[in-house]
């Protein structure tokens, strides 16, 4: 997969999950403090994404920031929805503090 299909299966999952939720691209775009234009540079595989903008996307989906990732990422972060109880959303917050620090 090229960068550039990868960055356009992001933002058609995006999509996908953004009109799941019943949000439009101005309220996610509001919500994450981003431009209209920018979500839907992003949905469109125009624009990257970095890891903050990822998880805050995520959070305003209500969904796993795996849910947005493509190819052996998403395969990876999917065995996390099998660890029992609560792990698995301690291991995603973990994962997440740690690349805020960075």
Request: hydrophobic residues 40%; aromatic residues 4%; neutral net charge.
């Amino acid at each position: 997969m090229t960068e550039r299909e990868l960055y356009q299966e992001f933002g058609r999952r995006l999509r996908e999950l953004r009109e799941k939720a019943g949000l439009t691209q101005d309220q996610i775009a509001k919500a994450i403090g981003l431009t209209r234009t920018s979500v839907t540079n992003i949905e469109a595989g125009r624009q990257s994404v970095d890891l903050a903008t990822l998880y805050s996307l995520a959070d305003a989906l209500d969904v796993w920031p795996a849910d947005l990732l493509v190819g052996e990422a998403s395969s990876h972060a999917a065995r996390l929805h099998g660890l029992p109880g609560e792990a698995s959303q301690h291991v995603l917050r973990f994962l997440a503090r740690q690349a805020v620090r960075e």
